[in-house]
Structures are given as C-alpha cells and as structure tokens.
C-alpha cells in the first residue's frame, strides 16, 4: 500500500520542470524571465578604441608643434634622455619631410624625425616620443620602422647612426639591425658633435676628441654594404698606437 500525503487527501505530486514561456506569435521564451533581468544589468562593453595612425608628417601637423614641444619638455623633464627641442628645429623638420608623427582620433600621441650630416653620408634619428599613456604599446618600434623607411627613401646610400644614453633606446635599435661601432665610425660632421654641448658627460667627449664617451654608439648600414675599413683598436675603442 503507498503511502498517503501528509497534505489534505489525494498523493503527493511529483513536480515537473516548469515549461518555457510560450509567447503569443508561437516563439518560445527559452532564457526566461531571471536571465533577461540579469543580462539586462549587465554594463554595456566599452566603446572601441580609435584607431591609432603612424605615418609621414604632413603640413598640417605644424599645428601640433606645440603639443610635439610639450610632450619633449614633459619626458626630459621627467628623467628621459631626450634633448629638448626649439619650434623651428620642429617646424623645419615637418616642412622637410623627414618627421613621423602618431595621430589618435586627430590628437598628437608621438613624434621622431630624421636628420641628414655629412651631405647625406649619414642619417640620425632623434627627439623620438610618446604621449605617457600610450607607451609599452610598440609604437616606438612602428615609428622606427616608418624612419628607416623613410631614411632608406631620401638618402639610401646613408648609414643611420645613434648615438644614446637610453637602454630602450639601445635595445630597440639592435632589434632592428643596427651594429654596435666605436666612436670613430660616426660622423665628423661638428654641427652633429654640437647636439652632446648639453650633456652632463660633454666634457668626457671633449677630452677624448669625440673617440669615446657614455653613449651606445651604432650604425645602420644600406642593404648590401659592409664596413669596408677595420681599424685595430684598444679595449676602449680608441685606435691603437702606431695605426697609419
């Protein structure tokens, strides 16, 4: 004999899983009531980032010089080794084409230009920066690129040396090719020698006649050509007693 129910006659129902919701046009409702409400206070994604360009400064730009100026003075002073850099030394560089700017929703985020010395025997790259908030992001490696480019471009028998105190820097330019050199490899162009004037270490350069400082020095070298000329020189890279 089964048992009775506890409640007033009759068995116990056994409970069924409760059918989904039947809308009136014949769909069926099969997320139910509890799920939309919580699908409905979740937060909507956030909007997507705009687009970040990395390209060849135009004349347009000459509007950013300001912010480009601002930007310099804001990592310089904040401890990076940048040189500063006056508004016609920008102006000159965006009207000659030899600058690559990083433009965010029609905002300047970055900024680098290329330099010739030594009519064209040379190219250097310099006053490379990035707005703070989107640094770590590559574009310091996507501006060097564009530089490269451009150098190989307009002056494709030019070595593209650097000459800098930044381990980033460093790294960044060895990833890309360039060949650690000594000091007499670089340019003796005195125009360029007149950018380390306001180094703490310029005093170390002019003692040893520009053969030898702080800085990593390297060279980007054409596609297909070799330091043709080895010098033998000492552990400091200075040239060894009695070379002719």
């Known amino acids: 004999m089964s048992k009775a129910s506890s409640g007033r006659g009759g068995r116990r129902a056994t409970a069924s899983p409760r059918a989904p ?5 014949g769909s069926i409702d099969a997320i139910g009531p509890l799920r939309r409400r919580r ?5 909507a994604p956030p909007p997507p980032e705009p687009p970040i360009e990395v390209r060849l400064a135009k004349h347009g730009d000459l509007a950013h010089v300001g912010r480009i100026g601002g930007l310099i003075r804001e990592a310089h002073e904040a401890g990076a080794t940048i040189a500063v850099r006056s508004d016609r030394y920008l102006v000159d ?6 600058a690559v700017v ?6 300047l985020v970055g900024f680098a230009t290329a330099h010739p010395w030594d009519s064209g025997k040379y190219v250097s790259h310099s006053a490379m920066v990035i707005a703070p908030e989107l640094r770590g992001r590559g574009l310091s490696r996507l501006m060097k690129q564009e530089l490269i480019a451009l150098s190989r471009q307009r ?7 650097s000459l800098t105190l930044s381990s980033q820097v460093e790294q960044l330019n060895k990833s890309v090719g360039f060949e650690a050199v000594p000091y007499c490899d670089l340019t003796k162009d005195p125009e360029f020698w007149k950018g380390c ?14 053969q ?9 070298l054409p596609p297909g050509s070799k330091r043709d000329r080895v010098v033998p020189r000492d552990a400091f890279g200075h040239p060894s007693a ?3």
């Open 39 to 43: 699908a409905a206070k979740r937060p």
């Open 197 to 210: 004037e306001g180094c703490i270490h310029y005093p170390h350069l002019k003692r040893n006649q520009q």
């Open 102 to 107: 990083v433009v965010r929703a029609g905002a």
């Open 93 to 98: 560089a965006i009207r000659d084409r030899r």
């Open 155 to 161: 002056w494709p028998d030019a070595a593209i040396l």
């Open 21 to 25: 919701s039947v809308h009136r046009n």
């Open 242 to 244: 009695g070379h002719g």
């Open 212 to 220: 030898d400082c702080h800085c990593w020095a390297g060279l980007l």
